[in-house]
T-cell receptor, first 108, second 113 residues
Framework: SQELEQSPQSLIVQEGKNLTINCTSS?????LYWYKQKYGEGLIFLMM?????EEKSHEKITAKLDEKKQQSSLHITASQPSHAGIYLC????????FGAGTILRVKS | DTEVTQTPKHLVMGMTNKKSLKCEQH?????MYWYKQKAKKPPELMFV???????INESVPSRFSPECPNSSLLNLHLHALQPEDSALYLC????????????FGQGTRLTVV
């Protein structure tokens, strides 16, 4: 079964700083999805990447897919307190599987 | 309306109780899902309904009983739960075969005492 490993597990950044979260798959990625979750709440779908080399942006969040490395990265530019939360990557194997999540805290 | 509404938001129940979690969406999605999420863990799929029929049961114990009375509603009936069943239960919906683009509800925080 497909497994997704996220790094780092948690991250504390100063407001205004950039950061990157990585997601590595144990199998070939045919699509990679990023979600954000506020603690104890539902998931919010951020973006979907389906092609090698694809890069998508949503506001100050950019995600890239490197098919060869079976990896995706999520980059946040000029972080703000509103970016705080748990970021999960997901992949569609036989079912939707998630990485363990990266907890992001942004210090004002 | 792009919301998935779950009720209640919080639930505390004893091990001998029977309770139900409810989920509602009005986006015309014909796939609905129940996920269980333990603290500091990612969500784990429990059940999938497609066209109001159970299509996937991820070997969930029978003390969890899902029901899809119509295309907008999804219930999860709970009976004789154990304390280890305490978790955040998330409902989601999507167009068919689009689980990765699902809309999630806010979840029900369940505590079994």
């Amino acid at each position: 079964s497909q497994e997704l490993e996220q790094s780092p597990q948690s991250l504390i950044v100063q407001e205004g700083k950039n950061l990157t979260i990585n997601c590595t798959s144990s199998k070939t990625l045919y699509g990679l999805y990023w979600y954000k979750q506020k603690y104890g709440e539902g998931l919010i779908f951020l973006m979907m990447l389906q092609k090698g080399g694809e890069e998508k942006s949503h506001e100050k969040i950019t995600a890239k897919l490197d098919e060869k490395k079976q990896q995706s990265s999520l980059h946040i530019t000029a972080s703000q307190p509103s970016h705080a939360g748990i970021y999960l990557c997901g992949a569609d194997g036989n079912k939707l599987v998630f990485g363990a999540g990266t907890i992001l805290r942004v210090k004002s | 309306d792009t919301e998935v509404t779950q009720t209640p938001k919080h639930l505390v129940m004893g091990m001998t109780n029977k309770k139900s979690l409810k989920c509602e969406q009005h986006m015309g999605h014909r796939a609905m899902y129940w996920y269980k999420q333990k603290a500091k863990k990612p969500p784990e799929l429990m059940f999938v309904y497609s066209y109001e029929k159970l299509s996937i049961n991820e070997s969930v114990p029978s003390r969890f009983s899902p029901e899809c009375p119509n295309s907008s509603l999804l219930n999860l009936h709970l009976h004789a739960l154990q304390p280890e069943d305490s978790a955040l239960y998330l409902c989601a919906s999507s167009h068919l075969n689009r689980a990765t683009e699902a809309f999630f509800g806010q979840g029900t925080r369940l505590t079994v005492v």
